[in-house]
C-alpha cells in the first residue's frame, strides 16, 4: 500500500466531514438543516420520493421522513403525479423557494471566503481528479474480512 495514496484518502474522508459540518451551518442560515436543504433542492419543480433518494443516494424511508416535515412546515407540498398513482410529486412552495434562496446566499459567501483563504488551486484538475477516485470506488468492492 502506498502510504500517500492512504494519506490522502484520509484527508479527503476529513474533508467531507468538515463540508458536511459547513453544509449544516449554511443551511442554518435558512432556519434549515443540510439534509432538509438536500430535499428541497433535489425536489426542485417536483420529483418523486424514491427519485430523490436515488439521486442522493439515500433510502427511500429517510428521504420520506424529511419530504413529510418540508410539507409540515409548508416549504413543500405533494401533487399527484400524472405518472404514477401512488407516488406523488414534492413541490417546493414560496416559503421553500424562499428558505433555498437564503441557503444559496449563504453558501455563495461561503464559497468565495473558501477561495479566498485557500488562494490558487487548479479547482477544475481537482474535480476531475475526484471524479476519477469516485468511479474507481464505485466500480471496486471492498474486500471481504
Known amino acids: 500500500m502506498n ?6 484518502l484520509h484527508a479527503v474522508f476529513e474533508v467531507n466531514r468538515l463540508l458536511r459540518d459547513a453544509g449544516e451551518r449554511v443551511s442554518a442560515a435558512a432556519g434549515q438543516t443540510h439534509s432538509r436543504r438536500m430535499v428541497l433542492q433535489t425536489a426542485g419543480d417536483r420529483a418523486t420520493v424514491p427519485d430523490i433518494a ?34 406523488r410529486l ?43 477516485i469516485a468511479k474507481a470506488v464505485e466500480k471496486r468492492p471492498l474486500p471481504e474480512s
Open 90 to 132: 414534492l413541490v417546493t412552495t414560496a416559503a421553500g423557494n424562499s428558505a433555498l434562496a437564503a441557503i444559496q446566499s449563504a453558501h455563495r459567501a461561503w464559497v468565495v471566503d473558501l477561495e479566498t483563504t485557500i488562494g490558487q488551486l487548479d479547482w477544475a484538475r481537482l474535480r476531475d481528479d475526484l471524479d476519477r
Open 3 to 8: 502510504a500517500d495514496t492512504d494519506a490522502a
Open 54 to 87: 436515488r439521486r442522493l443516494g439515500l433510502q427511500r424511508q429517510s428521504v420520506q421522513r424529511v419530504a413529510d416535515e418540508l410539507v409540515a412546515d409548508g416549504l413543500a407540498r405533494y401533487e399527484d403525479n400524472p405518472r404514477h398513482r401512488r407516488s
